[in-house]
């Protein structure tokens, strides 16, 4: 089960890399809506999509760690390569997660959001903005 669930994650990895272009050289234009089964308003969802490459980056880092772990059993005892896979790939997808987290919150780093999407305040700007009003 646990291959499986590896297996269908890395297939939607290798599909949103291959949208990844796509996003980063949009227009902005997709971000002044957000869809209806989007719940948490308008601001996140455009923070939503200017994490969306670093997302795509930590999932990357945790699949190195999964597939370290599944192709060796599940176990790290040992084996001194597979524990740092699974090391790096934890770490890695840490970093993208605080990053993902400051991206959604202030828009920063900018070198990290794609270039039509930099000139956004981040979710906390806006809603302080929506809250002064």
């Not at 980056?57 to 370290?68: I, S, T, Y």
């Not at 990290?112 to 305040?121: A, D, G, I, K």
């Amino acid at each position: 089960m646990t291959l499986l669930a590896v297996a269908v994650l890395t297939a939607a990895c290798i599909v949103a890399t291959a949208r990844w272009r796509s996003v980063w050289a949009q227009s902005g234009r997709s971000s002044e809506r957000k869809p209806g089964w989007w719940p948490y308003g308008l601001p996140f969802w455009r923070g939503y999509l200017r994490a969306a490459p670093v997302s795509l980056a930590g999932c990357m880092f945790m699949l190195v760690g999964a597939w370290a772990g599944v192709l060796n059993d599940g176990s790290v005892r040992g084996n001194a390569i597979v524990a740092a896979l699974v090391v790096i790939g934890f770490a890695g997808l840490m970093v993208c997660f605080a990053l993902t987290v400051f991206i959604v919150l202030i828009n920063r780093p900018k070198a990290l959001v794609p270039p039509s999407l930099r000139r956004q305040t981040g979710a906390l700007h806006s809603l302080r903005q929506r809250h002064r009003h």
